[in-house]
């Protein structure tokens, strides 16, 4: 979603605004408080202990058809930036 707010055509901001929060950084906001919450990051490293692990299936995540429709074009090196910022 942080990766997607740079070039926002105003559909981020429209969700934000009918879930009655004041902005799309709120909305980015609150969904980082719900999986902290819920302990994802956690999760995601008893399963994957090592970041390097992870960046190294970038390439499997990233498929032509799903990246497609997304806002904003993505690179492998975007991925990889995402799930480093993401990580633990």
Same mark, same amino acid.
Do not use: W
């Given at each position: 979603?942080?990766?997607? /707010?740079?070039?926002?055509?105003?559909?981020?901001?429209?969700? $934000? /605004?009918?879930?009655?929060?004041? =902005? $799309?950084?709120? &909305?980015? &906001?609150? *969904?980082?408080? *719900? &999986?902290?919450?819920?302990?994802?990051?956690?999760?995601?490293?008893?399963?994957?202990?090592?970041?390097?692990? /992870?960046? $190294?299936?970038?390439?499997?995540?990233?498929?032509?058809?799903?990246? =497609?429709?997304?806002?904003?074009? $993505?690179?492998?090196?975007? /991925?990889?930036? *995402?799930?480093?910022? =993401?990580?633990?």
């Amino acid at each position: 979603l942080r990766f997607n /707010l740079e070039v926002d055509d105003g559909r981020i901001h429209d969700l $934000a /605004l009918g879930l009655g929060l004041r =902005s $799309a950084e709120t &909305l980015y &906001l609150c *969904i980082r408080r *719900i &999986l902290d919450e819920l302990g994802v990051n956690k999760i995601v490293t008893e399963y994957v202990p090592d970041v390097e692990e /992870l960046v $190294a299936l970038a390439q499997e995540m990233l498929t032509p058809e799903r990246a =497609s429709n997304n806002l904003r074009s $993505a690179k492998e090196s975007d /991925l990889i930036t *995402i799930l480093k910022d =993401s990580y633990g």
